[in-house]
Nanobody, 120 residues
Framework: QVQLVESGGDLVTPGGSLRLSCAAS????????MGWYRQAPGKQRELVAK???????YYADSVKGRFTISRDNAKNTVYLQLNSLKPEDTAVYYC??????????????WGQGTQVTVSS
């Protein structure tokens, strides 16, 4: 069974930083595209960032220059470094794993989510 286990969510003040972690089973991590999504109350889930097995990255415009996605292949873990946090970054952040051919191959997995709250 594929598992994605997130950690690192917290309450931070505006301008602060956090690092989210997502540990994945090796079968998924070695070939899947790993990503982070977020969902704020009353809003749709949105893609924040993703990284391929080869290390190519993509970021949503709203987080470019502030967030950094990375992966540690030895630990089967993907990270999301969140800097210069704003109140509008408040959301539940979900780790995601998509088959490289998604959606042609519909295989995708989700973590349970971790809460990030940015407030003074």
């Amino acid at each position: 069974q594929v598992q994605l286990v997130e950690s690192g969510g917290d309450l931070v003040t505006p301008g602060g930083s956090l690092r989210l972690s997502c540990a994945a089973s090796r079968t998924v991590f070695s070939v899947y595209v790993m990503g982070w999504y977020r969902q704020a109350p009353g809003k749709q889930r949105e893609l924040v960032a993703k990284i391929t097995s080869g290390g190519s990255t993509y970021y949503a415009d709203s987080v470019k220059g502030r967030f950094t996605i990375s992966r540690d292949n030895a630990k089967n873990t993907v990270y999301l470094q969140l800097n210069s946090l704003k109140p509008e970054d408040t959301a539940v952040y979900y780790c995601n794993a998509d088959h490289p051919d998604y959606p042609l191959n519909p295989s995708r997995y989700w973590g349970q989510g971790t809460q990030v709250t940015v407030s003074s």
